[in-house]
């Protein structure tokens, strides 16, 4: 099967910056992607790498490095609502999708 | 617009009972999953389909069945339940670009399912 690694939890300050990292061993590869979920609720999409480089989109960040199997998230100016879980997901060869375990985020005030 | 619609939200089902979980999508996408979420474990695949007609293997599919016999719905079944198939179920539709590649999944509310 596929491995993808992500940290368990990570918390940080209402404002501040935080860096979820993502490395990944597939079986081919077509396309990185990060959803957010928050508890009780259905994952929700954040963004999507297939090329090497940094994709921004508002306070949110993600870059990917496909030589190093590996990809963050980058969440800048933290605010409350942002504590939830992030996944991080590889689409592989055969077009399926895999998730990593996922990061539990908690803002604090 | 529903996006997509799971039924039930949630159920509790002795061992051994069938069990049909219910996926419509209205959104005309062509693919379909199906996907079960652990404590710890994150999303894993159960069953998926490219297109209406077509299903195929995920990494967790023993124990579950699915069909793909229109373009809108997926459902998925448990022929006889076991307790360690208690998890959230989510189904998740994606359509395809027009260079063949597929986009984001658009996940529904998921199902809770308990099995006694």
């Known amino acids: 099967g596929q491995n993808i690694d992500q940290p368990t939890e990570m918390t940080a300050t209402e404002g501040a910056i935080v860096q979820i990292n993502c490395t990944y061993q597939?079986?081919?590869?077509?396309?990185l992607f990060w959803y957010q979920q928050h508890a009780g609720e259905a994952p929700t999409f954040l963004s999507y790498?297939?090329?090497?480089g940094l994709e921004e989109k508002g306070r949110f960040s993600s870059f990917l490095s496909r030589s190093k199997g590996y990809s963050y998230l980058l969440l800048k100016e933290l605010q409350m609502k942002d504590s939830a879980s992030y996944l991080c997901?590889?689409?592989?060869?055969?077009?399926?999708?895999?998730f990593g375990a996922g990061t539990t985020v908690t803002v604090r005030a | 617009i529903a996006g997509i619609t799971q039924a039930p939200t949630s159920q509790i089902l002795a061992a051994g009972r069938r069990m049909t979980l219910r996926c419509t999508q209205d959104?005309?996408?062509?693919?379909m999953y199906w996907y079960r979420q652990d404590l710890g474990l994150g999303l894993r695949l159960i069953h998926y389909?490219?297109?209406?007609?077509?299903?195929g293997k995920g990494e967790v599919p023993d124990g579950y069945s699915v069909s793909r016999a229109n373009t809108d719905d997926f459902p998925l079944t448990l022929a006889s339940a076991v307790p360690s198939q208690t998890s959230v179920y989510f189904c998740?539709?994606?359509?395809?670009?027009?260079?063949?590649?597929?986009?984001?999944?658009?996940f529904g509310e998921g199902s809770r399912l308990t099995v006694l």
């Open positions: 998740a539709s994606s359509d395809s670009t027009e260079r063949g590649e597929l986009g984001e999944l658009f």
């Open positions: 597939t079986s081919g590869f077509n396309g």
């Open positions: 790498n297939v090329l090497d």
């Open positions: 997901a590889v689409r592989d060869g055969d077009y399926k999708l895999s």
């Open positions: 959104m005309r996408h062509n693919a």
């Open positions: 389909s490219n297109t209406a007609g077509t299903t």
